[in-house]
């Protein structure tokens, strides 16, 4: 296994309320990176992180933050769900040309 | 504005024949291209790459061909096997900039 895991793997959550997803490496990688996958969009990066304290946007950070204050640990929050953000996230780790994803957390905003 | 684009949703291909996946990309300054498969319930996981410089990479069963001039790329499995039912993301990058992902082509091997 590459080591990265996320929690929660399900969540159902109402309109307006925070969310957060952990992210979790256990190879001690620098980067990560927090994707979101929709039906007719393919993975688009959300955020992205090179280092403890470093992030960055990504293509769709709208509506999103994170957080790095430890290597292994990378935290996306949505501060006010909406329907718009039901998705599929998953969180990745390792060099751009080669990145080890987890295996994903399926969230549904009602 | 689709960087990369994979204009088949699916493909079915018996087992045991060649399957190939199709991948167009816009930006010239792409200087390396992936594979990712990933299958329900799980997160993509990385088949192979190539770079730029690069025509061909093969890898076992897997080939990645690159064509510059006409910015497109393919990647044959050759024998297709039933494990190889998946979804199949291409994906483009330049330097150490983000990488861009295709739509995905889901792949189905039928007996």
């Known amino acids: 296994d590459a080591g990265i895991t996320q929690s929660p793997r399900h969540k159902v959550t109402e309109t307006g309320t925070p969310v957060t997803l952990r992210c979790h490496q256990t190879?001690?990688?620098?980067?990560m990176y927090w994707y979101r996958q929709d039906p007719g969009h393919g993975l688009r990066l959300i955020h992205y992180?090179?280092?403890?304290?470093?992030?960055d946007k990504g293509e769709v950070s709208d509506g999103y933050s994170v957080s790095r204050s430890k290597t292994e640990d990378f935290l996306l929050t949505l501060e006010s769900a909406t329907s718009s953000q039901t998705s599929v996230y998953f969180c990745?780790?390792?060099?751009?040309?080669?990145?080890?994803f987890g295996p994903g957390t399926r969230l549904t905003v009602t | 504005d689709q960087q990369v684009k994979q204009n088949s949703p699916s493909l079915s291909v018996q087992e045991g024949r060649i399957s190939i996946l199709n991948c167009d990309y816009t930006n010239s300054m792409f200087d390396y291209f992936l594979w990712y498969k990933k299958y329900p319930a799980e997160g993509p996981t990385f088949l192979i790459s190539?770079?730029?410089?690069?025509d061909k990479n093969e890898d076992g069963r897997f080939t990645v061909f690159l064509n510059k001039s006409a910015k497109h790329l393919s990647l044959h499995i050759v024998p297709s096997q039933p494990g190889d039912s998946a979804v199949y993301f291409c994906a483009a990058g330049y330097r150490d900039d983000k990488i861009i992902f295709g739509k995905g082509t889901r792949l189905h091997i039928l007996p």
């Open positions: 992180s090179y280092g403890v304290k470093d992030t």
């Open positions: 190539i770079s730029s410089i690069k």
């Open positions: 190879e001690n990688h620098r980067y």
């Open positions: 990745a780790m390792g060099p751009l040309r080669e990145q080890y």
